[in-house]
């Protein structure tokens, strides 16, 4: 048996972790309790030199008796890493105590037959699923963290035992970048482009990242809406490797434990969803990870988090999606979605468990969710939890910020504007509750007042009134006088918006005749045609500019290429959450806030608006690029956390002076680590 024992001092330990790297082990460990204590009395007395960016627990647990790992795959990789060690410690003057390890003793051979008997064992034997512990050499290659393919350094192969591993050339990130490019704009299907992006993720973290950040035009309609969308419909057939976490029915009772098995400690950002409302394609049950997966991947590329501090999350309650159910590549439980106690009780206890494992200031975003869960849920825990509705407040956030920058195109203030929606559920009414909160403060006029600017229509017609009675909660703050009226269409005449927002998640909503009657009564109609993915848009970029005679001022939530009519080229914004959720996120990250307060929203929203400078005006654009997205983050970053220590909900102390450089300077970056 191969065992450790840590009876080195703290700053031998310390020094190992920096000179050693082929020590840190890979993400299959899992006893990290029994390092803790080890680990706060060390970080405690040498905080300082703890610049390595290695990961400490990790490290440590290799170095612990207590763990008990009683072997390793290889023996002489690890009997290669000791002598190094050794030597470390024994030039930084530690002593042979350092190690007490006899590779003489270990019980575990060499050489390449079947020592485990995992060949030769039958079906009814047990095999211990070994795994590598020490990323180096061949389990280097494989780890996507730490794997830089062609671009580890001749020094690097020699040092990490990769020698003959790769073949001879050596490229730069950059080479290697031009190539998966060339590589990704040769498929035709963007499903293609998906999944050689989400094997890349796999195989090589950093340069995943750094080819989305660098070509995040590009790759934003894959990796997000629209193709995002056609992937979670697929899953079960282009499922490979999982990249989250999967919480089930029948892990009722053991969440925790669960939460236990992801092998990152130190998660600061975790996106659930149950995949009941996938964008705008309905239940998809458990299929639904490919969003979590995916709004991470913008957290990390858009908003600088860490990748391996942020946790995709999936509770697989059941599906009501008949064809799933009856899909024979469907991934998630085979059974109709549970529904009250049952799932309220398994939320609870997910929403304890997160609790408990990565403390109060780890940010829960709910995403997806059905509206008959979202609102509940986050009414539930927003004053326990740092929680955020993405669909509720992040659209609500980005929506507020381009009517904001439109007005600088149609004029008028807020308050002067009327507003109609298509869609009364998370996206409509959460938006609604925002531009009524922004004009109450602008205006100091009571928010039940200000809501009288703005009207909803859900699938039965207008919300009035009358019909008060029968209204989900949510939507009941908009039942304003007005006698019924059945469709848009009459509602549009009736009502004469001057701001039309489709968010009901059914395309082709926003007809010829809506969009020339918005025409007919606005010199530049405001059009948001929020749903998503591009095959439920209400409309398309070409409909609005043609029907509207060139004259709409048009965004939508997924993109559109330009459109040119009559000779002139317009430019289609992307109203999308996506502009908020990665800066909103980091800016509670980064100033250790414990509650999303709306005032912070409003910030954020603020923010963005701010970013619309003359020149994108010109184009008729209401959202700034994406190409600029990191920058932008950075700044509703700080204007979130400024707010978040307005209001005395930061953890962070003292306040950092300028919060945008702090924010930047926490803004992780893909490009490669050298490996001493
Ligand atoms: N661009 C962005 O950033 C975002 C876009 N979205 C998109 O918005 C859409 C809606 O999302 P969300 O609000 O969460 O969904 P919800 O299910 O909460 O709300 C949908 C609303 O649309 C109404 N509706 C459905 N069909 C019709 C119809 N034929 N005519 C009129 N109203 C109809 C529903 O009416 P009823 O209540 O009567 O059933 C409901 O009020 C999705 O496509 C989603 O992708 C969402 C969030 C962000
Ligand atoms: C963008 C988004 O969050 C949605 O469509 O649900
Ligand atoms: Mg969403």
Redesign the pocket.
Known sequence: MISFKRTHSPKSIISFISTTSTCILNKKVSHFSSVVAAQKQITASSASSLTTGFDLQRSLCFLCCNCNRKSVADPQLLIGSLRRMESTFNELGDKASVLDFDPKSADVGGGVEDIYGEDTATEDQLVTPWTYSVASGYSLLRDPQYNKGLAFTEKERDTHYLRGLLPPATCSQQLQEKKLMNNIRQYQVPLQKYMALTELQERNERLFYKLLIDNVEELLPIVY?PTV?EACQKFGSIFRRPQGLYISLKEKGKVLEVLKNWPERTVQVIVVTDGE?????GDLGCQGMGIPVGKLALYTALGGVRPSACLPITIDVGTNNKQLLEDEFYIGLRQKRTTGKEYADLLDEFMSAVKQNYGEKVLIQFE?F??HN?FQLLEKYRRTHLVFN???Q??AA??LAGVVAALRLVGGSLSEHKFLF?????????IAELIALEISKKTKTPVEETRKKIW??????LIVSSRKDSL?QF?KPWAHEHEPID??LDAVKAIKPTVLI?????GR?FTKEVIEAVSSFNEKPLI?A????TS?SECTAEEAYTWSKGRAIFA???PFDPVEYNGKVYVPG?????YIFPGFGLGLVISGAIRVHDDMLLAASESLAGEVTEEYFEKGLIYPPFSNIRKISAHIAANVAAKAYELGLATRLPRPENLVKYAESCMYSPVYRNYR
């Open positions: 809406t969308g409302r996938i964008l705008g394609l997806d059905a509206n979202a993405d669909d509720i992040g659209t980005v929506v298509l869609g009364a559920g998370e996206a409509g009414t959460g909803l229509v859900d699938s039965k017609g989900q939507k469709n848009l489709g968010s009901s998640g059914v909503t948001l929020l749903s998503n993915p439920q939508s939530g997924s992307q109203s999308n959450n996506a």
